[in-house]
């Protein structure tokens, strides 16, 4: 029997049993809606940045943004992310509402933790700006989907790798 992954929320995996996946099937859902949302997230800011607000983006990120511009930015990629889903009703609200905040918490850790919220400055060219945001995306992605499963591992560049034995 395969180990749900903790990235799943229980209700998920509890209904994903109810209709008879397996969990591997619930964490590939879980990966879709995520990859989804973060596609959303970060499509609202690069529509930011193309207006010429890396200000307003930037407070964002580092969590600094007034709270109407902060509602705003949060309500246009609710819309943009209901719209992705295709879902209606009740069940979409209820996937955004537990996926789309998982997904911020995970790109904002990401971006305080790399720097990349200091790298954008409000002078910087627009196509370096977008440029930072695709790494935010790689970054946040690999955090939220760390391996997939397959156990892989990224390793320092000087670190030691084991001496394979000759034949």
């Known amino acids: ?73 949060l309500e246009r990629m609710t819309a943009r992310l209901l719209v992705r889903l295709g879902l209606r009703g ?5 996937v955004v509402g537990w996926v789309l905040p998982v997904v911020l918490e995970q790109l904002l850790k990401v971006a305080q933790r790399s720097g990349l919220v200091d790298r954008l400055r409000e002078t910087a060219p627009i196509q370096e700006t977008l440029t930072r945001i695709a790494e935010l995306r790689q970054a946040t992605w690999k955090r939220l989907v760390p391996d997939h499963g397959t156990g892989a591992e990224v390793l320092p560049d000087d670190t030691e790798l084991p001496r394979q034995l000759s034949a």
């Not at 509890?14 to 973060?38: D, I, N, P, S, Y």
């Open 90 to 94: 009740a069940l979409a609200s209820n």
């Open 1 to 73: 029997m395969m180990k749900a992954s903790s990235y799943v929320p229980q209700f998920l995996r509890a209904a994903g049993q109810l209709v008879g996946l397996k969990a591997w099937q619930t964490g590939r859902l879980f990966r879709k809606a995520a990859q989804t949302a973060l596609d959303s997230v970060l499509e609202v800011l690069r529509a930011e940045v193309e207006k010429g607000n890396v200000r307003q983006v930037r407070e964002f990120l580092l969590g600094k943004a007034l709270p109407a511009a902060r509602t705003l930015l």
